[in-house]
Each structure stands twice: as C-alpha cells, then as structure tokens.
C-alpha cells in the first residue's frame, strides 16, 4: 500500500482532513502532530507545518526519516502573480525556485550553491493533474503584500505563476532525500492591490473545505 506524506497548510484544514481517514493516529514530533490513516486504499500521514522554510523542510524531513513515506504532496496557498490565475484557482508548481536566496556569482539568483537552479514536482506525478494550470511557484520567507515586492519577484522570474513560504524548502528536501514530490497550491490573494487584507480575508470563507475537496481528488489518482 502506497504511503503519501501530505503537508497541509493550516489547522482548520486539518481537522476536516482528520476526520476523513479511516483509523486515526496522532504522533507529536518536535511540536507537530503528525495525523496517520487510511484512505482511497492509500496510507496518509499528514502534518501542518507551519509558515516558512524552516518549518517546511523539517516537517519534509520528519515524513521522510520517520514515517518512511513513498511521496510528498504539500497542499496549501499562494499568492497570484498572473493575471491568468484568479482567487481560489488552484496550480501545479511543475517547478519551484527561491526568491529571496543568493549566493553569488556563478549561481543563478535563487539558486543554493551547489544544488539545482530549480527543483520540479515529478513529471509523472503532475501529469494526473492536467486539469490545473502548471508553471513557475516562487518562495521566500515574507509575506508578499506590496506591489513593489511582487514586480521584484517577477523582474528575477518573470514566468512566475505564484509566491508562497513553503515549497521551495519542501522541494529541495526531497531532492536532498530523493523522494518524489507534487506541489499543488491555491491562489488565495494577489499581492499589491488596494484591498488586499480584505481580499485575502475573504478567500478564507470556504478555502478550507474547496482545499479538502482538492485534496481528495488528487489523492484519488496518485
């Protein structure tokens, strides 16, 4: 039976999450819980991670070294830097870069010295999901607000479809332990507007259960 680690966004995701497999277990790890079940014939560990790289990658790690799991999908939000996306859409991230790391000359920006210029969702993995739009995901440790920020973001990376905090740490865990990933994410805002704390306030109304939803539909072709 296939073992999915799954990291989730936030708690109230969670929760709907839990209830959903079937013979539950809970295991705290360096102050994360760990959910473990069934579902659609496939073992679930889920966890949240919290917000940021760090917090990303060590939960990438905790899947990997002490639940043994086969595959990685992290599920959450982003924000949109292309008018093609609107709120609530969701999107591949077919490749993954940092935004905020350099390392100086000869690396690429965005680049860790000595690891790729890029990390990917595995093709084979991305392919199930034809019915979302695929691209470029951007990630960095700030929350992108400011239309200043987000023109910087897309100056360095001008294909880029979304920013979030998260995956690009994921990505480069599983590239380190050579565990295939899959990176979907929900746009939940789009940086720079006037209204932005509002707009991103009320993506929150029905994104937890739209997340789930996703989820269970993604879980059904992998």
Request: include cysteine.
């Amino acid at each position: 039976m296939k073992h999915i680690g799954i990291i989730i966004a936030l708690d109230r995701e969670m929760k709907i999450f839990a209830a959903k497999l079937q013979d539950l277990q809970r295991q705290t790890l360096h102050k994360c819980t760990f959910y473990t079940g069934v579902i659609d014939n496939k073992i679930i560990t889920a966890v949240v991670s919290g917000m940021g790289k760090v917090n990303a990658a060590l939960c990438a790690a905790d899947l990997i070294d002490n639940f043994k799991v086969d595959m990685i999908l992290n599920l959450g939000i982003a924000g949109g830097l292309d008018s093609s996306l609107k709120i609530g859409d969701f999107l591949v991230g077919k490749d993954i870069v940092y935004h905020d790391v350099w390392c100086g000359n000869p690396n690429k920006y965005g680049q860790v010295q000595d690891l790729p210029e890029m990390y990917h969702s595995k093709p084979e993995l991305a392919l199930n999901l034809k019915q979302y739009p695929q691209g470029l995901i951007t990630s960095g440790d700030y929350f992108v607000e400011k239309a200043e920020e987000l023109q910087k973001i897309k100056s360095n990376f001008p294909t880029a479809l979304a920013v979030d905090m998260e995956s690009a740490a994921i990505a480069q865990t599983c590239y380190l332990y050579d565990i295939p990933l899959l990176v979907v994410r929900q746009i939940s805002d789009v940086p720079g507007v006037e209204n932005h704390a509002e707009q991103y306030a009320a993506f929150w109304e029905n994104a937890p259960k739209n997340s789930i939803s996703a989820l269970q539909n993604i879980l059904r072709v992998l």
